[in-house]
């Protein structure tokens, strides 16, 4: 073993120990995000020194990501997995970081997580991260992807006041930003490489990532661009008959009318904030009335259980709609969603883990044991055991 596993072996053990030594709420959200945080370290690592994940678990070195802008990869074997996956590490340890400032996970953010995100890092300017690795081929870079590690970044200087995460935080917006034209009166495209469509989940999180950017900076520029960024996204991809949030819309302005709930989540995350930024009620009557239509998309109250029951497959997009949940929560504090989201969760760790700890897709806990496991649905798990923490303090 070289150095650099040495010492990430020794701060995962460090980890390790510190998590499972702390118990911190009722229902253990806490102890589970840790739990399952450890289990991803130990089975996906790959011990080359690069602090990088597999894809899946097993590997499987025929799988072929289907998330991307073209086929050009389909046929292609990656030892390591793509940037989306890998993204979700920093958003479990950033939010369960949040909850303790334990200083073994501070440690496992700045010499794992993001030595390995590094290895995305693309010097194409403006600068940002790539959809893979850059000791391969160039590959294409997705807007969205980079909003998620900006918020991550902002949230981290939030936390620290550590000025090497704002930096960091601000240069990914600016490669963001690059994205945005005057095409459909405004918005921010999906991908770099393909500007066909402007998508709600690289302009809904662009406005969550905005005001984080206003609170960590107190920069009017921010908040005014975040406003007029709400705004677009709002008339152009929100369906009015029950203010749940369409997909993306075309250079043409065909809408793709499918409803996924992270850009639902971010829609309401962001009508929150704006709220509590500027004290304007209509941005909360926004966020409830996307909360209540989203509750109704997304959550199926089956006769067979005694809770409403997440009726998706697709563990990160939940995660990221429960943060919207988890913000508006915060506001006004009805409690009945955040009930909803626990209850599912509650399940999810009786129902939906296998025998290495891992979770299914299947919220009804029918089918939990495919062969092989999504990283970033493991991450979502986590974050989201990590987020229902933060409501038992």
């Not at 991260?129 to 807007?143: L, P």
């Not at 500027?278 to 209540?292: F, H, I, P």
Request: net charge negative.
């Amino acid at each position: 073993m070289n150095m650099k596993n040495l010492i990430g072996a020794g701060i995962a053990l460090c980890l390790s120990s510190t998590l499972a030594a702390q118990t911190t709420t009722a229902n253990g959200y806490y102890e589970k995000a840790s739990e399952t945080l450890n289990k991803i370290g130990k089975l996906y690592a790959v011990p080359d020194g690069k602090q990088l994940l597999r894809e899946t678990y097993p590997f499987d070195d025929t799988y072929s990501a289907s998330y991307l802008a073209t086929n050009e990869n389909k046929n292609k074997t990656n030892p390591y997995s793509y940037l989306w996956p890998f993204s979700g590490s920093l958003s479990a340890y950033v939010a369960l970081y949040e909850q303790h400032e334990d200083a073994a996970m501070k440690s496992h953010i700045d010499q794992v997580v993001l030595p390995g995100l590094e290895n995305y890092y693309d010097t194409r300017q403006p600068a940002g991260y790539a959809s893979y690795i850059n000791s391969a081929a160039q590959s294409d870079r997705f807007y969205d992807d980079n909003v998620w590690l900006g918020i991550d970044f902002t949230d981290l200087y939030l936390q620290t006041n550590e000025h090497k995460y704002l930096d960091k935080a601000q240069e990914i917006w600016q490669f963001v930003e690059s994205g945005m034209d005057e095409k459909l009166g405004g918005g921010i495209y999906w991908c770099e490489q393909k500007k066909e469509s402007k998508n709600t989940c690289s302009n809904a999180p662009a406005v969550v990532y905005l005001l984080k950017l206003y609170e960590a900076t107190q920069s009017q520029a921010y908040l005014d661009q975040a406003i007029q960024l709400y705004a677009w996204t709002k008339d152009n991809l929100q369906d009015p008959k029950d203010h749940v949030y369409w997909d993306n819309i075309n250079l043409a302005g065909k809408v793709q009318e499918a409803k996924y709930p992270y850009n639902t989540g971010q829609m309401i995350q962001a009508g929150a904030l704006l709220h509590k930024i500027t004290g304007k009620k209509e941005y909360l009557a926004d966020a409830q009335a996307s909360a209540k239509g989203g509750f109704k998309q997304f959550f199926t109250k089956d006769a067979a259980a005694s809770y409403p029951q997440l009726n998706r497959s697709d563990n990160w997009f939940i995660a990221v709609m429960l943060r919207g949940y988890v913000e508006l929560y915060q506001q006004d504090k009805d409690q009945q969603y955040i009930d909803a989201f626990k209850a599912n969760m509650d399940h999810a760790w009786t129902g939906m883990r296998n025998s290495d700890g891992l979770f299914s897709k299947d919220w009804t806990g029918k089918n939990n044991n495919s062969d092989k496991k999504w990283l970033l649905d493991q991450f979502a798990i986590a974050e989201m055991y990590a987020r229902l923490a933060s409501l038992e303090r």
